[in-house]
RNA sequence: GCCGAAGUGGCGGAAUGGCAGACGCGACGGUCUCAAACACCGUUGAGGGCAACCUCGUAUGGGUUCGACUCCCAUCUUCGGCACCA
């Protein structure tokens, strides 16, 4: 790859009447499109999949979704990423950096009903404008293996492993309420506002309805998803997956209903508790309003409350009844039950703290020990009784408080034979005594559910799914995929799913018997389409399959994935359960989808909310682009802040990465220029000759370099920008003297180049093929050269200051020969007058020499 | 409410048990200019002092340590997620 035919020449720098040199000038927009346009013609990021001389890197950014225009958030997330990508390649790997779109999804769909279009185009415009604004990031993305999941090349492949996940058991069809609106269908949780949960279209009153829908089975990989061995993610979302997945361990227990008046009594009402330990304290038992078993257990006259509670709870949000804070609601429904353990009779109530999908939807209470059990006791005058108690507390005796938590010595009371075990030994002997007449079992829980995938709605995968009278759930043969979702749809601007009322869609031959059959009108959540999105970047014309399984054994896992930590237990998660469910399915060979996660924080509006076109907040990279250029946007995005830290918008301060590229321009085409306002221009600092010039300016040169490097590997991209200038205001100040343009400067300026060429490619790219032009070599890119080697011995120092303390605050610092000792620096410690006169005569109490000598501090007793 | 994270100059931030405020923005002063812009050099946490220097200071209150922005406990505030936004 080498070429001289554009190459800028050099400069020539020209003296104008007033002694200035006149250079010129920084332009990035002069530079930036033509690098881009070589770049694009060379093929400089096209990723030869098939090459394996030089070790693979598979760097991923979670793909975008086609909202509109790219803001400044997309290339916080794209800049640092694709400046990691060109770092690695300088270190010899083969780098894939691939780029798509999350094409499906409820925005493109809200478009259309609202502006009479159609979701595709509106989509297809929106991928357009962004592909052309990635482009003037100068990002190194592998644009030929670009994936659009609302391609049919794409949804085909849901629908396909949708397929083998039901014949293996992991797809399953059930029951379960949706938000409903009479005119509008069924509602995202955005689209119900208000505390009376109305439709954000139409304003009608949000109901609950049930309705068939698909589930995928992620409880059953629960257990392989709580281990993390083999993977490198940040602590906080690995917490994070573990307290959603939530798992419990505890038993279930059998109590019957009594019988009373009206009642017969008999039915099974079975429990999951954490606390077996706990069950002589179970003083009443509350169902969820859901409950199968309310219904029949209600007594007449308790109906009408009962009723009332039922739907009152049914409008209430999960968040809201979960809420500790709320005041315990409920009501008695007249029955009681059996405690197994002791044959007492306790009241039966309902209550929306307790919700149908966790355990068995039915917990016995036992408020001394657990807190909102507690707080329910309190609210209804239930009884209260300790059976858990810590040593040196009484058996009996009010409590102020539930005591949950476990103490050293802790044993059981007013729990018959149980009493004086610990609470874990009782526990599992109660368990152990029931379980003799199979009224419990031992038995782990967990918080997360199955997956919910139905969506009613049109931009999505259909689901592969075809209803006959005769023949009930028939799957499409995989010779019959895809199932394409209609083109012609009219939203009559109206929020629910046009795919129920398209006769054509709709009709169609049982794949079984030929009967007349229907076609499943749900489509898949958007989250299955990301589930497995870059095992296709490797393929994304493949007909055969969803993956090429030989390129997925070479490519994947991914070695490096960077997104929001707002999908720390979402999309994180159920791609790890895809990835799972693939390897099981044999269509893949790894348990892992992501070595290494790295969460990047959320570039907000200036106002501190989320970027959104409908809060008028959102910052166009554009403009910035048109102003400065595409370098200074990037360098300063990396500069801003940490990484992973994000925060409010605000471009305060751009021109600071500005300026520093506009000196590392100056510095680079005339090393020799003096500018007015600087007294020691053109001379080597006081008591400098050029040697030790030329070794400073080395030194500083390679610490930079190391450094840069430690930076680079940790992702600490703001405080790498800083060494950077701090590197060209060390070249600053020897501009124009003695040692401008010696080996030495040419040596810095080269190392300057290539540590910023991956965060500024255009620039270094510029300078590099000018001082080519100017040594009389051919060019070749920058973005070809290997990353330099740190010369330790050029780094090494002499002298260095010793800061001393005394009891703790600084009063003096030494400077010291490097290779000092111990004793010698103690030594000199105490002879500095400074410290003399802090001491006022007193003896050191103890001398600490911190860090191998990086400080000194000297500890006297206070008088 | 529950789970996770973060609070440091006028502003973005640096320092992860050892010199608080690197680097940059802004502001102020200067050089250059007829002038302005650009560029370049310098000053810039607060209070006190002529000065050398001293005191205070990392959301708040307590603790551990020779030493705490950093570790522990409690509190306050802000942000992300809570299963149909992506």
Request: net charge negative; hydrophobic share 40%; proline share 7%.
């Amino acid at each position: 790859m080498t070429d001289t035919a554009d190459t800028a020449k050099i400069v020539e720098t020209a003296e104008s009447g007033d002694g200035r040199t006149r250079v010129e000038r920084y332009d990035p927009t002069a530079v930036e499109p033509r690098w881009q346009a070589r770049w694009a013609e060379l093929g400089l990021h096209d990723t030869d999949l098939a090459d394996t001389s030089r070790p693979k890197y598979y760097m991923l950014t979670m793909y975008p979704y086609p909202s509109g225009d790219l803001h400044i958030g997309h290339w916080y997330i794209v800049t640092p990423s694709d400046a990691l990508a060109r770092y690695r390649r300088m270190h010899g790997f083969n780098v894939f950096f691939p780029i798509g779109f999350d094409a499906f999804g409820l925005p493109a769909e809200n478009a259309a009903i609202r502006e009479g279009g159609h979701p595709f185009t509106w989509t297809m415009q929106n991928m357009e404008n962004m592909r052309r604004q990635f482009r003037t990031m100068g990002a190194t993305f592998s644009w030929k293996h670009e994936v659009v999941t609302a391609d049919p090349s794409y949804y085909r492949w849901n629908q396909w492993m949708f397929l083998r996940f039901l014949e293996k058991g992991l797809a399953y069809r059930k029951k379960s309420p949706v938000d409903w609106c009479p005119n509008d269908g069924t509602l995202a949780r955005e689209q119900v506002e208000g505390a009376d949960r109305h439709c954000w279209r139409c304003g009608a009153p949000v109901e609950k309805r049930d309705l068939d829908q698909w589930y995928l089975r992620t409880t059953a990989y629960a257990d392989e998803l709580l281990d993390f061995r083999g993977i490198d993610w940040p602590e906080p979302i690995r917490i994070q997956q573990t307290n959603w997945i939530g798992r419990s361990e505890g038993a279930e227990i059998d109590f019957e209903t009594a019988r009373s008046d009206g009642h017969r009594g008999g039915e099974t009402l079975r429990v999951f508790t954490t606390r077996p330990d706990t069950l002589f304290g179970a003083t009443f038992m509350v169902l969820a309003p859901e409950h199968p078993l309310v219904e029949t257990l209600t007594a007449p006259e308790m109906r009408a409350e009962v009723e009332a509670y039922v739907a009152q709870a049914k409008r209430r949000t999960e968040i809201d009844r979960l809420s500790t804070d709320r005041e315990k609601t409920g009501v008695a429904i007249g029955a009681s039950a059996i405690n197994p353990i002791n044959d007492e009779q306790i009241p039966i109530y309902i209550a929306d703290y307790v919700l149908s999908g966790y355990g068995t939807g039915a917990i016995m209470a036992v408020p001394a020990h657990d807190e909102r059990d507690f707080a329910f006791a309190q609210q209804f005058g239930l009884p209260i009784r300790r059976v858990v108690a810590a040593p040196g507390t009484a058996a009996d005796g009010p409590m102020a408080d539930a005591y949950v938590a476990h103490t050293e010595g802790e044993r059981l009371v007013n729990s018959g034979p149980f009493d004086g075990m610990s609470a874990d030994d009782g526990g599992k002997a109660i368990v152990a005594k029931l379980a003799e007449t199979g009224k419990a079992e031992p038995k782990v829980t967990y918080r997360l559910r199955d997956w919910l995938i139905s969506r009613q709605r049109y931009w999505g995968t259909p689901i592969p799914i075809i209803y006959c009278e005769t023949d009930g759930i028939v799957p499409v043969p995989d010779a019959d995929l895809p199932v394409r979702l209609p083109e012609n749809v009219d939203y009559k601007g109206r929020g629910d799913n046009p795919l129920t009322l398209d006769e054509a869609f709709l009709r169609v031959d049982c794949p079984r018997c030929g009967g007349p059959a229907r076609r499943e009108t749900d489509t898949m959540d958007t989250f299955v389409d990301s589930s497995w999105y870059w095992f296709r970047y490797l393929s994304p014309d493949d007909d055969e399959g969803p993956v090429d399984r030989a390129m997925a054994d070479a490519w994947t896992p991914v070695d490096q994935y960077t997104g929001g930590a707002e999908h720390a237990v979402m999309h994180l998660l159920y791609s790890r359960f895809w990835t799972k469910a693939m390897r099981d399915c044999g269509l893949v060979g790894q348990d892992e989808p992501f070595l290494r996660l790295f969460n990047q924080g959320q570039i907000l509006g200036a106002d501190g909310e989320r970027m959104s076109k409908s809060r008028g907040n959102v910052q166009d990279p554009d403009e910035l682009v048109a102003r400065y250029g595409a370098d200074t946007v990037r360098l300063y995005l990396m500069f801003m802040g940490p990484w992973d830290q994000g925060g409010p918008w605000s471009p305060t301060g751009i021109g600071g990465p500005h300026h520093f590229l506009s000196r590392v321009w100056t510095l680079t085409i005339d090393p020799h220029g003096r500018e007015p306002g600087d007294p020691d221009a053109g001379n080597l600092p006081a008591g400098e000759d050029v040697a030790a010039a030329e070794a400073r300016l080395r030194s500083a040169a390679h610490r930079t370099l190391r450094d840069v490097t430690a930076d680079y590997e940790a992702y600490h991209f703001n405080t790498m920008v800083a060494k950077l200038m701090e590197l060209s205001n060390v070249l600053f100040r020897y501009r124009g003297t003695p040692i401008a343009g010696g080996a030495a400067w040419d040596e810095a300026i080269r190392l300057l180049l290539l540590m910023l060429a991956p965060a500024a490619p255009h620039i270094t790219e510029e300078l590099w093929s000018r001082r080519a032009a100017e040594a009389g070599r051919e060019w070749s890119s920058i973005h070809t050269e290997s990353w330099p080697e740190v010369d330790v011995a050029a780094t090494a120092e002499s002298t260095r200051e010793v800061p001393v303390q005394v009891n703790g605050k600084l009063r003096d610092k030494l400077t010291v020969a490097a290779a000092i000792s111990g004793p010698e620096l103690e030594a000199a410690a105490l002879a500095s007058p400074k410290v003399t006169a802090f001491l006022a005569g007193r003896q050191p109490d103890k001398i600490i020499v911190a860090g191998g000598g990086k400080l000194i501090n000297i500890v006297v007793r206070e008088v």
